[in-house]
């Protein structure tokens, strides 16, 4: 079976953007895939985060994984950080990441302008961290929105590079984006992603957003002119709206616009105002069922079987490199 690793940045709000452009397509790889899933705990220290809730985020980060139906009993779920080979193996990368490469990493130049007061090491090399995890499980493939495509590219020339330094070591892994979904955008403009950083709450849903705050959201989002239910080029907040409504409905583009044809923006709104709010409620009622000592219990098991996968893979990297003898 191919191997499938993801994860995601425990920071303090998660929106509906990363669970349509991640984890709800990691839930249908399950039963294809030998599937690992990580709480990318050290990548999030790549910007500035509060002892006081980070534990929290953790562990919320986790219960929202198997609230929306990542099974233990399948996957394999664990926190970066205690997996040690996955910092030990980000040095050996970086001995053959060259800053040239680091530093035209889109998601760094952004940080870098955002973070300007906090433009660190950890910031920089992001990217030979996200490598390392990829590349300890012989991952064949990554799930992830359109924004990350550039570090597995990256992650692939590591990995070549490495295999080419020392022999064959490394499995290439290659990206898996869906064309829906890879990239919902903001709900205040719908030329910038939606994005948990924007200073303004209306951009975006987030999974814990009261469903009636939520459809107030739905109803302020931006609209484009004209006054007709369909996507497009030209109209690209109805366009992000529609994939939301389709995304969390199961309902085709098409029929969604035969479905509000001659009625109003008004109308549409108020539809994927239900829709939005149904689906929180649908997860709320899961997530808040979930005990903290089942979440402990079941990242324990995966920690310890992720050990064991990195830790072969550290013997044969140091073996490669000859810092054996
Ligand atoms: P982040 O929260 O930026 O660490 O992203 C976590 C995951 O969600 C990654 O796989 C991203 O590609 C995905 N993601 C983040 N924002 C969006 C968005 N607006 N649309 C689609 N996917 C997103
Ligand atoms: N960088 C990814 C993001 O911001 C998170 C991540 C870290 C990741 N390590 C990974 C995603 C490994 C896929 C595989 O979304």
Redesign the pocket.
């Known amino acids: 079976m191919k191997r499938v690793f993801?994860g995601?940045?425990p920071?303090n709000i998660?929106?509906i953007?990363?669970y349509?452009?991640?984890i709800k397509n990691w839930i249908e790889l399950q039963d294809k895939y030998s599937c690992i899933f990580s709480v990318v705990d050290l990548h999030a220290m790549t910007v500035k985060t509060d002892p006081k809730t980070f534990g929290d985020n953790i562990l919320m980060m986790a219960k929202t994984y198997l609230a929306f139906g990542i099974d233990p009993k399948k996957s394999l779920i664990f926190r970066q950080s205690e997996v040690p080979a996955h910092t030990e193996l980000t040095w050996i990368l970086n001995t053959i990441a060259k800053i040239s490469e680091l530093e035209r990493m889109t998601q760094f130049k952004d940080k870098a302008k955002q973070h300007k007061e906090n433009v660190n090491m950890g910031l920089f090399g992001y990217p030979v961290l996200m490598a390392s995890d990829i590349l300890l499980y012989d991952t064949n493939l990554v799930p992830?929105?359109?924004?990350?495509v550039q570090h597995i590219e990256l992650t692939r020339t590591l990995a070549e590079r490495f295999n080419r330094l020392y022999g064959e070591t490394f499995v290439l892994p290659e990206p898996m984006v869906k064309k829906h979904?890879?990239?919902?955008?903001g709900l205040d403009d719908p030329s910038k992603?939606?994005?948990?950083s924007s200073p303004n709450a209306g951009n975006y849903i987030a999974l814990l957003d009261d469903p009636a705050v939520a459809s107030k959201k739905i109803m302020r989002a931006v609209t484009d002119s004209g006054s007709e239910i369909k996507s497009g080029a030209n109209k690209p907040a109805l366009t992000n709206l529609l994939v939301i409504y389709s995304l969390l409905s199961g309902k085709d583009i098409k029929d969604i616009e035969k479905e509000y044809a001659g009625k109003g923006y008004a109308d549409f709104k108020k539809g994927l105002a239900e829709v939005v709010s149904g689906f929180l409620s649908g997860f709320q009622k899961k997530f808040n069922v979930i005990k903290d000592s089942d979440v402990r219990d079941i990242l324990a098991d995966g920690e310890k079987k992720a050990n064991e996968i990195a830790e072969r893979k550290m013997r044969d990297v140091k073996t490669k490199i000859g810092l054996t003898f």
């Open positions: 993801s995601i940045q920071t998660l929106h953007g990363n349509l452009g991640a992830v929105g359109e924004d990350q979904g890879a990239r919902i955008m992603k939606m994005s948990k």
